[in-house]
């Protein structure tokens, strides 16, 4: 592979940029902190960059130490927990339902729906969960799956979360990584004839 060559002009603003990320860093201590919806936009329009290259380094920034994707296998799930913690909020229900729990982390279920028909509501979820205290855990998005108007997501919590529920609480916090637009709907309802 041809590699390009590095450009002089560019080591000053990297040299910012590390000594940046490493203070942000130091301060946050890797948790999940982004800033608001309306901050993160005027970034975006102020600076003129593309909304997915900044969601990806606050991603990144956010889980500096992501830790490999472990094996989840039934032979290695030690308890299932219920939790069925259930908030409402402008018509969107959130709950999280169990934990499962495996020696070096814990599988946390959430489900989100709401009651609106299909065709009036279509949940696009930009959430990551995050435990109180954190204590230097890293959770990431394991799965999802879905339709328009519920989504069911696993997050992986790595070290496991205690099997005592008192001990920590839940919550959903916003996550700047949007969903790429999808591409134009394209409705075949058209008979088709093969050719004998």
């Known amino acids: 592979m041809m590699r390009v060559p590095y450009d002089s002009r560019l080591q000053p603003i990297d040299e910012q940029l590390a000594k940046l990320i490493a203070e942000r860093l130091r301060i946050s201590q890797g948790t999940n902190g982004y800033p608001d919806?309306?901050?993160?936009?005027?970034?975006?329009?102020?600076?003129?960059?593309?909304?997915?290259?900044?969601?990806?380094?606050?991603?990144?920034?956010?889980?500096?130490?992501?830790?490999?994707?472990?094996?989840?296998?039934?032979?290695?799930?030690?308890?299932?927990?219920?939790?069925?913690?259930?908030?409402?909020?402008?018509?969107?229900?959130?709950?999280?339902?169990?934990?499962?729990q495996y020696a070096d982390f814990s599988l946390a279920y959430v489900e989100i729906y709401t009651d609106e028909d299909t065709e009036t509501a279509e949940l696009n979820i930009q959430l990551m969960l995050d435990v109180e205290p954190n204590e230097a855990r890293q959770i990431q998005l394991h799965r999802s799956q879905g339709h328009t108007n519920q989504s069911s997501l696993v997050y992986m919590v790595s070290p496991k979360l205690p099997d005592d529920l008192n001990t920590f609480s839940f919550r959903l916090v916003p996550n700047p990584m949007p969903h790429h637009p999808r591409p134009p709907e394209r409705i075949l309802n058209q008979a088709v004839v093969f050719g004998e």
């Not at 919806?37 to 990144?60: L, M």
């Not at 989840?72 to 709950?95: A, F, R």
């Open 37 to 100: 919806k309306e901050q993160f936009d005027r970034w975006c329009e102020e600076y003129q960059v593309d909304r997915h290259v900044i969601a990806s380094v606050f991603a990144a920034m956010n889980n500096p130490r992501r830790p490999p994707r472990l094996p989840v296998s039934p032979q290695n799930l030690l308890g299932i927990i219920p939790v069925m913690k259930k908030v409402q909020s402008e018509g969107i229900t959130y709950q999280v339902t169990r934990m499962e």
